[in-house]
């Protein structure tokens, strides 16, 4: 009994020692910590969208048509009288823009603005921007609007009607709305967006969802008079042939992406898929990090939530042979509702909101407003994960161990696609196990050069790294990466 108990101390002893103890592992709360706005009584503010304001208050749409200023919006607490309603009676209004003193809002119907002139607090000047698409009644008929770009216009990407097919102009379609106000129809082949967001240079990407012709959710970039998959908005190009050129051929019903984006030209394939069930089931908002450090090491990256996860993800993107292609990452879990609106400040703060819409979302309340600030300490991640001709490049954000780097048993690969096709949605298909073959750290102490057998062009190359330890033995705090290798860089 004596012996049994001595060897009972000694492992409890062994245990309380132990540098790497679960409980004493970093969580993603130790660097990202989740703040939860009061939302006053009886008010639903299924946050869709979000705006600093020139007086410093934070501007928060609602899907139900509403527009709420938030008064010292990074409090240490935010509580319910920090909001006033600011206007009411609008149509879904998804996303929100600031210029010259008006308060733009794209909504279902049209983009318009807004602006308080006699300085109550509410809104009494409204004028409609841009109306150029209709609206049948189907409750699919999305409307996301972006932030100004360089040139001052606002892109609006519109869910087809019924999700299959497009009833009304320009359903399927990413528009942009002018500062003088005209429309021009600009990219086909939308089914489901989400979000739509700029990177770090003033590319435009947006989320769009599983479906027909999506085989899982993915960020997608929105090159000028190009096609991004889905074919039921193609009759609207008999408007918009004058902008952006001829109706392309219709791609092939179970086919795969790469193999249709070497057949029509004007296809674009998706820039980064996120795998079903592992990385999200609804990708939603979308933002850049141009804080200039002040959100940590994530700076240009983009980050996009996910409506059913209640999740925010990070993505890395490179561009390989003249189209943008690359990885996902897990961010940040445990939103209050379904994440959906998203707005990073540029004092590093990233707002979130949320709604479950009747879907349903990991996060159990009906709507949500929150706030993500960073702590200031840096998580050991794979902050970008580069495709080379012949495998991979990992840099860290924090120096790595050598050992556990050059390990070939501290990683695993797996590779798979979608079906390209227009019944609804697709399961993962042709799998295959790349053998990662060597491993070498780089003279930066941040890197890792992985050499693969067995790349495969048009699939996600699903890493994980669960074996590697940072320099101070962390491991990472997300070993997951999956990265959509469309092209293979020849150098």
């Given at each position: 009994m004596?012996?049994?108990?001595?060897?009972?101390?000694t492992l409890l002893?062994?245990?309380?020692?132990?540098?790497?103890?679960?409980?004493?592992a970093?969580?993603?709360?130790?660097?990202?910590?989740i703040?939860?706005?009061?939302?006053p009584e009886?008010?639903v503010?299924?946050a869709?969208g979000?705006?600093?304001m020139p007086?410093?208050?934070?501007?928060?749409c609602?899907?139900?048509?509403?527009?709420?200023?938030?008064?010292?919006?990074?409090a240490?607490?935010?509580?319910?009288?920090?909001?006033?309603r600011?206007a009411h009676?609008?149509?879904?209004?998804?996303?929100?823009?600031?210029?010259?003193?008006?308060?733009?809002?794209?909504?279902?119907?049209d983009?318009?603005r807004?602006r308080?002139?006699?300085?109550?607090?509410?809104a009494?000047?409204?004028?409609?921007?841009?109306d150029?698409?209709?609206?049948?009644?189907?409750?699919?008929?999305?409307?996301f609007?972006?932030?100004f770009?360089?040139?001052?216009?606002?892109?609006?990407?519109?869910c087809?009607?019924?999700?299959?097919?497009s009833?009304?102009?320009?359903?399927?379609?990413?528009?942009?709305?002018?500062?003088?106000g005209?429309?021009?129809p600009?990219?086909?082949?939308?089914?489901?967006?989400?979000?739509?967001g700029?990177?770090?240079?003033?590319d435009?990407?947006y989320?769009d969802?599983?479906?027909?012709?999506n085989?899982t959710?993915?960020?997608k970039?929105?090159p000028?008079?190009?096609?991004v998959?889905?074919?039921?908005?193609?009759?609207?190009?008999k408007?918009?042939?004058?902008?952006?050129?001829?109706?392309?051929?219709?791609?092939?019903?179970?086919?795969r992406?790469?193999t249709?984006?070497?057949?029509?030209?004007?296809?674009?394939?998706?820039?980064?898929?996120f795998?079903?069930?592992?990385?999200g089931?609804?990708?939603?908002?979308?933002?850049?990090?141009?804080?200039g450090?002040?959100?940590?090491p994530?700076?240009?990256?983009?980050?996009?939530?996910d409506?059913?996860?209640?999740?925010v993800?990070?993505?890395f993107?490179?561009?390989v042979k003249?189209?943008?292609?690359?990885v996902?990452?897990?961010?940040l879990?445990?939103?209050?509702s379904?994440s959906?609106?998203l707005?990073?400040?540029k004092?590093?703060?990233?707002?979130v909101?949320?709604?479950?819409r009747?879907w349903?979302s990991?996060?159990?309340?009906?709507f949500?407003?929150?706030?993500?600030?960073?702590?200031?300490?840096v998580?050991?991640?794979?902050?970008?994960?580069?495709a080379?001709?012949d495998?991979?490049e990992l840099?860290?954000?924090?120096?790595?161990?050598?050992?556990?780097?050059?390990?070939?048993d501290?990683?695993?690969?797996?590779?798979?696609?979608?079906?390209?096709?227009?019944a609804?949605g697709s399961?993962?298909?042709?799998?295959t196990?790349?053998?990662?073959?060597?491993a070498?750290?780089?003279?930066?102490?941040?890197?890792?050069?992985?050499?693969v057998?067995?790349?495969?062009?048009?699939?996600?190359?699903?890493?994980?790294?669960?074996?590697?330890?940072?320099?101070?033995?962390?491991?990472?705090?997300?070993?997951?990466?999956?990265?959509t290798?469309?092209?293979i860089?020849?150098?």
């Open positions: 004596m012996s049994q108990m001595k060897n009972y101390l002893f062994c245990l309380l020692c132990s540098p790497l103890l679960a409980q004493d970093p969580t993603e709360a130790d660097y990202y910590p703040t939860r706005f009061e939302v009886g008010v503010l299924e869709s979000f705006q600093m007086d410093g208050k934070m501007a928060v609602s899907r139900r048509g509403e527009i709420w200023m938030i008064t010292e919006p990074f240490k607490e935010v509580t319910a009288e920090q909001f006033k600011f009676g609008l149509h879904e209004t998804l996303t929100l823009a600031e210029r010259d003193g008006w308060l733009y809002t794209t909504q279902r119907s983009v318009s807004l308080d002139t006699d300085g109550d607090g509410e009494d000047e409204f004028e409609v921007v841009n150029g698409w209709e609206i049948s009644g189907d409750y699919h008929e999305y409307a609007g972006s932030k770009d360089k040139n001052g216009d606002i892109w609006v990407v519109l087809l009607t019924g999700s299959f097919s009833k009304v102009p320009y359903r399927g379609w990413c528009v942009r709305v002018t500062s003088s005209e429309l021009i600009t990219t086909s082949g939308i089914r489901s967006p989400g979000g739509i700029a990177n770090h240079v003033g435009m990407f989320t969802n599983q479906g027909p012709w085989g959710c993915a960020l970039h929105l000028v008079g190009k096609f998959g889905h074919p039921g908005g193609f009759e609207w190009y408007l918009a042939e004058p902008f952006i050129g001829e109706r392309p051929e219709e791609p092939k019903s179970g086919s992406f790469m249709e984006a070497k057949r029509l030209p004007k296809y674009e394939p998706p820039a980064v898929l795998p079903y069930n592992k990385m089931k609804s990708a939603a908002g979308v933002t850049c990090d141009t804080t450090g002040k959100f940590g994530f700076e240009n990256q983009m980050f996009v939530t409506q059913s996860y209640s999740t993800m990070r993505c993107m490179e561009k003249g189209h943008y292609q690359g996902c990452f897990p961010f879990e445990g939103f209050g379904g959906l609106g707005e990073l400040t004092n590093g703060n990233m707002f909101g949320g709604t479950n009747g349903g990991r996060g159990r309340k009906p949500a407003v929150e706030r993500v600030n960073w702590t200031g300490k998580p050991f991640e794979v902050l970008e994960m580069k080379k001709p495998g991979f840099v860290f954000t924090e120096p790595v161990d050598q050992k556990s780097a050059e390990s070939l501290s990683y695993s690969m797996t590779t798979y696609t979608y079906i390209f096709q227009s609804y399961p993962e298909v042709d799998h196990e790349p053998k990662i073959t060597k070498v750290a780089g003279s930066d102490g941040k890197s890792v050069r992985l050499y057998d067995g790349l495969q062009e048009g699939h996600v190359h699903e890493l994980h790294s669960d074996g590697v330890k940072s320099k101070a033995g962390l491991p990472l705090l997300h070993p997951e990466a999956y990265y290798l469309n092209y860089p020849e150098n």
